[in-house]
């Protein structure tokens, strides 16, 4: 079955450092592939999808992630990170045409 | 336009008792999921319906029920509640699936007692 692992279930950067958030899928063909964030006491908001249309996707915020097939990864980047950004990442997959997501990447942003 | 509604916020309900959930999606919107978020278990889908109709279901008790109406709105209920019910209940919409991405409501906190 698809599935999203996400490592690291805590990081931290200082502000205006590169912000990285690692993401592996399992998957035997092409998956659909979502960032989203979720602030404190608030619902998920989408940040960026994979629907195989380019390996690079841009997202809001200044996110982006790219698909690597080779690695079955899809890793969440931000060349700078800011105060703001202090939130949890989840990364999700869809399986069966439901929105499965992985554990989720609390950052930390440090002034 | 008007994002995904969820009521109430916030619920405190004692052991035994049921629960209902409600949810406004997007207008337009003929998909709504449900999502059960703890800090053990993360997020995990309970169910989604399709033009009233349950499309796909979750690995949940029977005690977790829902339905959609014709206007799309939807709402969760949670019958005999247990202590370890207690999560933060997501609604999320979009116009035909998960494939397109969906939109989240704020959630609703349930507490059991």
């Known amino acids: 079955a698809q599935s999203v692992t996400q490592l690291g279930s805590h990081v931290s950067v200082s502000e205006g450092a590169l912000v990285l958030l690692r993401c592996n899928y399992s998957s035997s063909v092409p998956p659909y592939l979502f960032w989203y964030v979720q602030y404190p006491n608030q619902g998920l908001q989408l940040l960026l999808k994979y629907t195989s249309a380019a390996t690079l996707v841009k997202g809001i915020n200044g996110f982006e992630a790219e698909f690597k097939k080779s690695e079955t990864s899809f890793h969440l980047t931000k060349p700078s990170a800011h105060m703001s950004d202090a939130a949890e990442y989840f990364c999700a997959v869809i399986v069966n045409n439901d929105m499965r997501f992985g554990a989720g990447t609390r950052l930390t942003v440090k002034p | 336009k008007a994002g995904v509604t969820q009521t109430p916020r916030y619920l405190i309900k004692t052991r035994g008792q049921q629960v209902t959930l409600s949810c406004s999606p997007i207008s337009g919107h003929r998909s709504v999921s449900w999502y059960q978020q703890t800090p053990g278990q993360g997020l995990q889908f309970l169910f989604e319906?399709?033009?009233?109709?349950?499309?796909n279901k979750g690995n949940f008790p029977g005690r977790f029920s829902g339905r959609q109406f014709s206007n799309s709105r939807s709402e969760m209920n949670v019958s005999t509640l247990e202590l370890g019910d207690s999560a933060l209940y997501l609604c999320?919409?979009?116009?035909?699936?998960?494939?397109?991405?969906?939109?989240f409501g704020s959630g609703t906190r349930l507490t059991v007692v």
């Open positions: 999320a919409s979009s116009y035909q699936g998960a494939v397109e991405g969906y939109t």
């Open positions: 319906y399709f033009s009233e109709t349950q499309r």
